[in-house]
């Protein structure tokens, strides 16, 4: 395969990813973003991100980071009522073998406040599987959301014991 196919090929794999991450709703879980963890990432991927801590190699050591992302965000969009969109725009890179995007995620709270956070990406895949990723140019835009933006207050489900008759 000469270089010209493997980044079309790439770039297939790149879009297939990028739309099964917006189209996935955190509010119905997090299994379905570890399940595209774990087809689309390589063992020994290495993730990075810009800033002081270090890149990580391979699944076993990424996969706790996403798990400490994902499972707080699922909580409060499925019990706190919090609003999450995730988009992306790709975005043109001279270098062979990377994929790059924009990236947006929207957490509209309860009482109508938004923050944003934006970041970019680039990917460098080998056959299916993506090998390095690296995040940078990381943006807030709105004040942090608080306990306030949130309603836990719906009550528990009650479990209901009925005594039987003697």
Known sequence: ???????????????????ALVNTNIANGYEEFLALFDRFY????EVASDGPAAALAGKSRVLPVLFNFLVPLHVMAEIGGLAVTLR???LHSDKHGEQHAEWSLDLLGILGRRVTLQWSSVRRWKDAHVV???????????EPLTIIDLDFSAPSP??????RPS
């Open 1 to 19: 395969m000469n270089s010209e196919q493997a980044d079309n090929a790439s770039s297939a794999f790149d879009r297939e990813l990028n739309e």
């Open 42 to 45: 390589a063992e020994q991927v």
């Open 132 to 142: 390095y990723e690296r995040h940078y140019e990381h943006r807030q835009i709105g």
């Open 88 to 90: 992306y725009s790709t």
């Open 158 to 163: 009650r479990l209901e014991i009925t005594a």
